[in-house]
């Protein structure tokens, strides 16, 4: 009865919103270039480390669209004999080197802040805060236009999101410290405000970077409860048992399942298979799909043990035992 594949729109659905998201990032990339100059400029001119470390965080948003553009250029090319799933995982690569650089910049800021606390200096203040205010707007636009691309469904799209989202808020801390410091002469406002801005780096380094290993290492998709669909799978009318049962994400919104279903021996396989593509279809969202139709003839060597149970138990491993010797 061999394997069936359904290829279905999985890979029209990993493209949808491609368009827009590479324009918007596009877009994104040369608002957040031309005000990065603006922050860095400034930041030295008016002496002040918030502004610098924003623009420390800007530094590290244009990488990660320029990261995310060139992700979405390897994509886009087709599959080859030795890359049968084309160059998808560029897109979790980038995302990944976006978030450890964030970690990178957020550990510079930290050191930084730490010194200037002992001897906080002085900071032209009126000017911090016109060039932080600008590079808010700045930020507004690049938030507004990514929007417009697929940032729900695209953790690439979605990780360039979150860097433009806390830089975002190192504008707004800025120009808080900027207006504290030009109304007290308050200047360890400046190193306070910038570790704040490195809190804000590291909570959207960690959310990208768990988003790109979990990927990397192939685990089931969050919003996918894998004993769920192994649950519903055997309840198919003819279905004896689910084994071999592997979901993992290729790229973003581009989600794939493997499994056999043992069924019952008199039963024709297609109608049975169609069922099943069905199901994972209009339950879980899954339109890749590689599943084995088999019935009691077919016998394995060494069988992955049940989803829900623990490998390494007398249980499974008793199971295991009596399958081998059946062979």
């Given amino acids: 009865m061999g394997h069936h594949h359904d290829h279905g729109d999985g890979h029209g659905h990993h493209h949808h919103g491609k368009g827009a998201s590479k324009k918007a990032l596009l877009v994104s990339f040369i608002i957040i270039s031309l005000f990065l100059i603006v922050e860095v400029i400034g930041g030295f001119l008016t002496n002040s480390l918030a502004l610098l470390s924003d623009a420390g965080h800007m530094l590290s948003d244009a990488s990660a669209l320029l990261l995310s553009l060139i992700a979405i250029h390897f994509a886009a090319r087709p599959p ?3 890359r049968s799933f084309g160059l998808h995982r560029f897109e ?19 050191w930084e802040a730490y010194q200037r606390f002992f001897d906080p200096p002085q900071v032209a203040s009126g ?3 016109i060039i932080a205010t600008i590079g808010l707007l700045a930020n507004i636009a690049a938030a507004f236009v990514l929007m417009r691309g697929d940032y729900k ?6 990780s360039a999101f979150l860097h433009v989202l806390g830089d975002l808020l190192g504008s707004v ?12 002469d308050w200047y360890i406002a400046d190193p306070l405000i910038s570790v704040i801005v490195a809190v804000l780096i590291l909570l959207s380094a960690w959310r990208v970077t768990k988003d790109s290993v979990n990927i990397l290492l192939e685990s089931t998709p969050s919003q996918i409860d894998l004993t769920l669909v192994e649950s519903k799978l055997s309840q198919l009318a003819g ?3 689910v084994h071999d ?12 399942l493997t499994c056999h279903l043992i069924v019952e021996d008199h039963l024709p396989s297609y109608p049975l298979l169609n069922e099943a593509l069905e199901l994972l279809r209009h339950d879980f969202g899954i339109t890749h799909a590689t599943i084995q139709i088999e019935n009691s003839s077919v016998q394995h060597g060494d069988l992955h043990c049940q989803v829900g149970a623990d490998p390494h138990s007398h249980e499974a491993e008793h199971h295991c035992q009596e399958k081998k010797r059946s062979e």
């Fill in 173 to 184: 801390g800025a120009i808080v410290g900027g207006i504290l410091m030009w109304s007290f």
């Fill in 245 to 256: 049962l592997h979901i993992w994400t290729v790229t973003s919104g581009f989600d794939s």
């Fill in 92 to 110: 979790i690569l980038a995302a990944l080197i976006n978030g450890v650089t964030l970690v990178v910049i957020s550990l510079i800021i930290f």
């Fill in 239 to 241: 279905v004896t048992k």
């Fill in 80 to 82: 080859t004999a030795k």
């Fill in 127 to 129: 000017k911090m805060i």
């Fill in 153 to 158: 469904d695209n953790v690439n799209v979605r």
